[in-house]
């Protein structure tokens, strides 16, 4: 069954609409609805064989597990069972927001939610359409982000219905997201927090609120052997068709290195894509260029990665050069995503020639 798309206004959903789609969501069926961050593809968190159907939508491992989303501060006492200080100071720092927090689970939270494990990540959206859908579903929405796994996170509904059309019952489409990255992610498990996936809140925003706070050994240090301790940061993720590589150093070397590179690949018949920015987009002379947008504006950066990733898979390149983007605030957010999707390959120009 092809999924019922509703395009629905993103700051005043119908009430119709989300009713219905409510309704789909108490009754078991899956609802892919917007976020301030990414698309997520919503199930009855409190459903074991929702949470089943999500895993086998996405095509993801059943090991990978899931957030769930809330609508008012007090669900969370319902579904966690021991919420510490701070995770509550930070909850009224950022809630609703992109922040997800991993806390101690509640028994009313199935194990096929959580992945097997104790404890349950929870995050309480400030998207309004995300709101009115998980209080007309009740109140507890489990949602990954809304693509095929594997693939770039969804930003818009029509990256939804590409990869899940087919598999789930409604897309709610409420516009293109406005932040295009995946929640922070803070463990609270630890007696220090950690950060287990950077996002719009930055470690510099969760130190000056949570004092001491620890980034996840797995995402630092690209050794094959720690593992990152969110499961699903240790697959190859957000990954475009083609073969990606990040190419770093000054700038003007990267350009004529990727100019290089893609002329080399133009002679011997192939096509180059390469993710440009709006600076510098005019220099390149061959391959499919695209811009991610100003290295003024980071947030820009941010918002239109997936959806550069995702445009190369229907251009039939063989291969992408992405420049590096280390911007001031998400800079840590946007290469962790942009150097999973290159598994990690990076081309490093150093400034002047080694000795
Ligand atoms: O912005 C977001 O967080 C989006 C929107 C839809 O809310 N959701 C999202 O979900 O990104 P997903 O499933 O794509 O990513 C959830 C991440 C995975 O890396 C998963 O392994 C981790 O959170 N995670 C979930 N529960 C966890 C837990 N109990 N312990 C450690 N990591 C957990
Ligand atoms: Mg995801």
Known sequence: MRAEVAVVDGKNPDRGIIEKAGQILKNGGLVAFPTETVYGLGGNALDPEASIKIYAAKGRPSDNPLIVHIAEMGSLEKIAADIPEKARILAGKYWPGPLTMILPKAAIVPGETTGGLDSVAVRFPSDPVAQ?????????????????????????????????????????????????????????TEKVPVVLRPGYISLEMLEETLGEVRMDRGLLITDENIRPKAPGMKYRHYAPAADLSVVEGPQEKVIAFINQRAKEAAEAGGRTGIIATDETAGRYEEGIVRSIGSREEEEGIARHLYEVLRNFDSDQVSEIYSEAFYTPKMGQAIMNRLLKAAGHKVIHIPEEEEK
């Open 132 to 188: 009115a859908l998980i209080r007309a579903a009740g109140g507890f929405v489990a949602a990954p982000s809304a693509n095929t796994s594997g693939r770039p996170s969804p930003t818009r509904a029509e990256h939804v219905e590409e990869d899940l059309g087919d598999a789930i019952d409604m897309i709610l489409d409420g516009g293109p997201v406005g932040i295009g990255l995946e929640s922070t992610i803070v463990d609270f």
